[in-house]
């Protein structure tokens, strides 16, 4: 089991629910892999360094897990789909996860 985490740049027009809808989604696929629900981290909204989308400003979530990487295709197959999502990135952590 390896330990990933996903930063997923919301756009700032999606409200708190929109945001937690997706956010569900994300952690239901990542509970199908490992059975453990994710660390969800809220930084809430800040400047970008350069527009995205023609946005200046983008709601930061990260979300740490455990997987064996199976659902990595899966997961970002999903957040490409997602309007309200404006980029993202998953990084392997280490080889171990170790479970909070």
Do not use: C
């Not at 897990?65 to 199976?70: A, I, L, P, Q, R």
């Amino acid at each position: 089991m390896r330990h990933y985490e996903t930063l997923i740049l919301f756009s700032p027009d999606l409200n708190a629910e929109e945001r937690q809808n997706i956010l569900e989604e994300v952690s239901k696929i990542i509970r199908s892999d490992f059975g453990e629900d994710p660390l969800i981290d809220d930084w809430g909204m800040r400047q970008l360094a350069y527009p995205v989308r023609k946005y200046t400003r983008g709601h930061y979530v990260r979300v740490e897990y455990g997987s064996n990487g199976e659902i990595i295709p899966e997961l970002e197959r999903k957040l490409r789909i997602y309007e309200g999502v404006l980029k993202f990135l998953t990084v392997k952590l280490s080889e171990e996860y170790k479970a909070a």
